[in-house]
């Protein structure tokens, strides 16, 4: 039976404590993808119902999702303006092209945090997978040692 030296016990628990590490930041880094695409998918759709609305004509009947699947029905007032968030619970009244391409611009953004996401997610996977042989292999060796 061969003994674990204390240089390769320091070295598992080395070991150890970075897989644990890089897999919190990874489950962190998923969770991550998960909220930037649905803010992605949200800001999709709304660009899709404004250009939707750009096509109607005013008094045009219309739905309006109030929350919890309910639905209040109105008269749609114009098609040129729409208020739009400009963050930090602060809106402004703007010009349907102009509120197009404002979340047009956000949702280039996203995507861009979702692709450097998904890199560092990348990164990180490959790390784990390097690590976690050698980890089992110090872990088998001290599992072996033990009387």
């Known amino acids: ?11 598992l628990q080395r070991t150890l404590s970075e897989l644990r590490n890089h897999q919190a930041t990874a489950e962190a880094l998923r969770q991550n993808l998960s909220l930037l695409t649905a803010s992605l998918s949200e800001l999709s759709m709304t660009v899709e ?8 004509k005013p008094g045009t009947d219309i739905l309006v999702p109030i929350g919890s699947d309910s639905f209040i029905a109105a008269k749609l007032g114009t098609t040129e303006k729409i208020i739009t968030g400009l963050g ?10 102009d509120a197009i391409v404002t979340l ?19 990164k990180l996977s490959t790390r784990i997978e390097v690590l976690t042989p050698e980890a089992e292999r110090l872990l088998e060796k001290a599992r072996k040692a033990q009387p």
């Open 49 to 56: 119902a404004i250009k939707t609305i750009k096509r109607l």
């Open 88 to 97: 930090a619970d602060v809106a402004a009244e703007r010009s349907i092209t």
């Open 104 to 122: 047009q611009d956000r949702m280039a953004e996203l995507e861009q945090a979702l692709s450097k996401t998904r890199e560092e997610l990348e």
């Open 1 to 11: 039976m061969e003994k674990i030296t204390e240089e390769e016990q320091k070295k």
